[in-house]
T-cell receptor, first 114, second 115 residues
Framework: NAGVTQTPKFRVLKTGQSMTLLCAQD?????MYWYRQDPGMGLRLIHY???????AKGEVPDGYNVSRLKKQNFLLGLESAAPSQTSVYFC?????????????FGQGTRLTVV | AQSVTQLDSQVPVFEEAPVELRCNYS??????LFWYVQYPNQGLQLLLK??????LVKGINGFEAEFNKSQTSFHLRKPSVHISDTAEYFC?????????????FGKGTRLHILP
């Protein structure tokens, strides 16, 4: 029962470094999302995808890029990390338009940029 | 566009007392509504959801919520809280029948259970 798996769980980056967060889901879901969670700000949508090969911007896309080359994976990239990107990142997936239901979340990635 | 307002950032309540966490939303189209719970250092898990039908929705752990279309509200209630309910609670909305399938979350309400 893997569900949604995020890799890594923790990471410390230096300002200017790059990294990729991986989200993998084994539920054959069409829709996938990346959120960031900051104290007092709730979850804010960074980017999302409604199917393999598609991506779209959310509320706070600046400084991030994403790719959905395979249906089960959704990658979030930081090309040049900044301290403002220190946050907890959550990935989520959802079946799709034909079967509306809730989103399923990963356990999060805690990223610190120093 | 949709938005969600959770009116209280923190709610303290005594153990075994009732609690209501308030959620109001704004949308130009019909929406699905959700409440999620996040326990410390964990991901989010679904408490309950409103998709259609009865406006009173029952969820896990004794929680329930009532959808009020005229007031655009989806308040979460529990008649008697337990120390294990200490967590952060998020209200979320998603538009119906729309390819642009974003899920928008409120800022969360932290529930503190007092002994």
């Amino acid at each position: 029962n893997a569900g949604v798996t995020q890799t890594p769980k923790f990471r410390v980056l230096k300002t200017g470094q790059s990294m990729t967060l991986l989200c993998a889901q084994d539920m054959n879901h069409e829709y996938m999302y990346w959120y960031r969670q900051d104290p007092g700000m709730g979850l804010r949508l960074i980017h999302y995808s409604v199917g393999e090969g598609t991506t779209a911007k959310g509320e706070v896309p600046d400084g991030y890029n994403v790719s959905r080359l395979k249906k089960q994976n959704f990658l979030l990239g930081l090309e040049s990390a900044a301290p403002s990107q220190t946050s907890v990142y959550f990935c989520a997936s959802r079946p799709g338009q034909e079967r509306y239901t809730e989103a399923f979340f990963g356990q999060g990635t805690r990223l610190t940029v120093v | 566009a949709q938005s969600v307002t959770q009116l209280d950032s923190q709610v303290p309540v005594f153990e075994e007392a009732p609690v209501e966490l308030r959620c109001n939303y704004s949308s130009s189209v019909s929406v699905y509504l959700f409440w999620y719970v996040q326990y410390p250092n964990q991901g989010l898990q679904l408490l309950l959801k409103y998709l259609s039908g009865s406006t009173l929705v029952k969820g896990i752990n004794g929680f329930e919520a009532e959808f009020n279309k005229s007031q655009t509200s989806f308040h979460l209630r529990k008649p008697s809280v337990h120390i294990s309910d200490t967590a952060e609670y998020f209200c979320a909305v998603s538009p119906l029948g729309n390819r642009d399938d974003k899920i928008i979350f409120g800022k969360g309400t932290r529930l503190h259970i007092l002994p």
